[in-house]
Each structure stands twice: as structure tokens, then as C-alpha cells.
T-cell receptor, first 108, second 116 residues
Framework: QKEVEQNSGPLSVPEGAIASLNCTYS??????FFWYRQYSGKSPELIMF????GDKEDGRFTAQLNKASQYVSLLIRDSQPSDSATYLC????????FGQGTELSVKP | GAVVSQHPSWVICKSGTSVKIECRSL??????MFWYRQFPKQSLMLMAT?????????EQGVEKDKFLINHASLTLSTLTVTSAHPEDSSFYIC????????????FGPGTRLTVL
């Protein structure tokens, strides 16, 4: 059974701080990793994907992948109240295997 | 980025009727689409994988005769909830797999179904 684990939170950070979201996965053969953001009542929205070990940056978002440790993270710099949402880590193996999501709350 | 649309965005129907939901990839071809269901405060639940020109693959516990999936073209998949009942009320979300570029799933905006 392939599994993806996330801390469910809620994770609360002050506005302007760095939010760090973490995810571990069980299938060592996984190749593709995704972070989605889901606002309450809305569908998931792709933030980033990462395939290679190391960091990948896109604006205020940085995804980090460590395949040896089976660990993927998402850093959000200069967090804003509009970043408050549930963040879903997903690992692709044909179909996406989702973590349970981490609820992030950014306080003004 | 790749765009996926869903229609309708919400629907209210009477118990016993059937409801069809359309999922379209607007700017890419998708040989594979997925259908999810999400209840309030719960995680996404994959219902089935829809492949263009072939039968859908349903997840364990999902009734294939109740949730009919058709993927007749590279840009359109439909989900029909047959003989809907109040317990079928949920948020139905499709996604389309963009294999031509990044092998990434892009989600539609979802359809909120309420069965009275």
C-alpha cells in the first residue's frame, strides 16, 4: 500500500513568516511529486511539481525533494493571509496518491 | 497553464434522477482523466480513472453501474450519476493528465451536487 503522510495541522504562522510544509512517502520508486493548494469549497490548484533531488523555486514557493530520505517539502516565503488553505502533497504512480493535507493559517 | 473545465458548477436534483457532469481539457489533449469525490472536511477520494476510447477503471467500493463514465474524445470525459440519492450529494472533481508536457494532473473547478 503506497502511502503519503503529511501533518494535518493546523499550521499557524504570522504574516511575513516562512511556512514549512512537510511530506513523506513510502514508495521508493516514486518519480514525480506535486504540491496542490485547496481553498475551502474549491478544487485543488497546482502550485509546483518536482522530479529531481534538490530545490525548485517559483516565486515565493520552494519545493525540496530528498529521494534518499523519501521526503518532500514546500516552503512559502513571506506568507500572506491569502495563502491560508489546505496544502496537498501528492506522489504520482499512474494515479496520484495524496496525503491528507496540511491546513495552513496565516495570521495578519 | 493547462485549463480544465467542468459543467455544471452546481446542480440540484430530485432523488431518483440522473445527473451528467462534463469535464473538458481546454488547451491540451488528455488520454487519461480522473474523477474524484470529496465530502466536507474530508480528503479527495479517487472514484475512477477514465481512459479515452476504453472502459474506465473504478476504485474499490465505487459502483460502476451507478457512476457511469464515458471518455469519448481526447478532451471530454463525462460522469453520470444514475438514480441519484441524497447520500450521493458531494463535490465531484475531475482532473486531466497532461502527458505531453509534465505528466501533471490539472483539476477542474468541481461540481457541487445536491440531491433532495
Amino acid at each position: 500500500q503506497k502511502e503519503v503522510e503529511q501533518n494535518s495541522g493546523p499550521l499557524s504562522v504570522p504574516e511575513g513568516a516562512i511556512a514549512s510544509l512537510n511530506c513523506t512517502y513510502s514508495d521508493r520508486g516514486s518519480q514525480s511529486f506535486f504540491w496542490y493548494r485547496q481553498y475551502s469549497g474549491k478544487s485543488p490548484e497546482l502550485i509546483m511539481f518536482i522530479y529531481s533531488n534538490g530545490d525548485k523555486e517559483d516565486g515565493r514557493f520552494t519545493a525540496q525533494l530528498n529521494k534518499a530520505s523519501q521526503y518532500v517539502s514546500l516552503l512559502i516565503r513571506d506568507s500572506q493571509p491569502s495563502d491560508s488553505a489546505t496544502y496537498l502533497c501528492a506522489v504520482s504512480g499512474g494515479k496520484l496518491i495524496f496525503g491528507q493535507g496540511t491546513e495552513l493559517s496565516v495570521k495578519p | 497553464g493547462a485549463v480544465v473545465s467542468q459543467h455544471p458548477s452546481w446542480v440540484i436534483c430530485k432523488s431518483g434522477t440522473s445527473v451528467k457532469i462534463e469535464c473538458r481539457s481546454l488547451d491540451f489533449q488528455a488520454t487519461t482523466m480522473f474523477w474524484y469525490r470529496q465530502f466536507p472536511k474530508q480528503s479527495l477520494m479517487l472514484m475512477a480513472t477514465s481512459n479515452e476510447g476504453s472502459k474506465a477503471t473504478y476504485e474499490q467500493g465505487v459502483e460502476k453501474d451507478k457512476f457511469l463514465i464515458n471518455h469519448a474524445s481526447l478532451t471530454l470525459s463525462t460522469l453520470t450519476v444514475t438514480s441519484a440519492h441524497p447520500e450521493d450529494s458531494s463535490f465531484y472533481i475531475c482532473s486531466a493528465l497532461d502527458t505531453a508536457s509534465t505528466d501533471t494532473q490539472y483539476f477542474g473547478p468541481g461540481t457541487r451536487l445536491t440531491v433532495l
